[in-house]
């Protein structure tokens, strides 16, 4: 009887030693893909145009990994909550990793990516300037002549269609002088609007009436450039993004938009 009721023991041991083996390892295992499936906290790098630093500790004087190109993807990793001013900029030191490498940028280069990808607005009023610029702009103010042959609006790039058979692009011109240029090659293109004598609040309303992903807190009448990107994932090379950039030159506002698939 003894011999029995031992035996029985042992084997309610180790069911429960087992048990707990089991559900410790299930339990790392869920762990383990919790962090695997995790979403990467993406920003973009938004220099002048040069290249953003990355150091090995928060500060100017540390040493630097390595140098990340404008218009790249970091994945953002902890920021100091200590506000730093550099060359009249304000920012937090941010960490970072790039191309396998951790560490140190100044925050006041980088940018969150806006969220929402879609436009929600479907319906816009008269006057409003959606997705479809061109067709907003032939309603609005009206299309003067045929389409013409493309030249950037910016740097003057000129391209002969008929020798580009994989090249869309064409340029056009609008009543209230209004401009603009075409591209689209290879899932890529740019699309370039200049508004003569116009101020980049008046210029931002009309985008913003049709366009529920153009939401800014900025003072339109004290900045000179307004940026915003979309994206559908948080995969930036693997999907569709896109780019639309409010600039003045002048008593002229630029309307840049840019897109990749």
């Given at each position: ?9 042992i ?22 893909d919790?962090i ?6 993406l ?21 630097i ?98 020798e ?21 090659e ?8 200049i ?5 980049l609040?008046?210029?931002?309303e ?11 807190n ?28 409010f ?15």
């Open positions: 009887m003894k011999i029995k009721t031992l035996f029985f023991l084997i309610i041991y180790f069911s429960i030693n087992c048990l707990n083996n089991y559900s410790k390892k299930v339990h790392q295992n869920e762990q383990i919790a695997k499936n995790s979403p990467k906290i920003k973009r790098v938004t220099t002048d145009g040069g290249d953003l630093l990355l150091r090995e500790a928060p500060n100017t004087k540390a040493k990994l390595l140098k990340i190109r404008n218009g790249d993807y970091v994945e953002f990793l902890e920021e100091n909550p200590e506000i730093t001013v550099i060359n009249g900029k304000s920012g937090n030191w941010t960490k970072v990793s790039f191309e396998g490498k951790a560490g140190w940028v100044f925050g006041g280069y980088i940018r969150d990516l806006q969220k929402g990808s879609r436009n929600t607005i479907k319906i816009c009023e008269k006057g409003g300037i959606d997705s479809g610029i061109e067709e907003s702009l032939e309603k609005e103010f009206g299309q003067i002549g045929n389409t013409l042959p493309y030249k950037h609006l910016l740097d003057g790039t000129t391209i002969n269609k008929k580009n058979n994989d090249i869309f692009a064409y340029n056009k011109k609008f009543n209230g002088e209004i401009t603009l240029s075409y591209f689209a290879y899932g890529r293109g740019e699309i370039v609007v508004f003569k004598n116009r101020k609040n008046e210029v931002f009309m985008f913003r009436k049709c366009d529920s992903r153009l939401v800014s900025e003072d339109l009448n004290t900045i000179n450039v307004l940026s915003f990107d979309f994206i559908d994932k948080d995969e930036p090379e693997n999907t569709f993004w896109e780019q639309i950039i600039s003045t030159d002048g008593n002229n506002i630029i309307v840049n938009k840019l897109w990749s698939d």
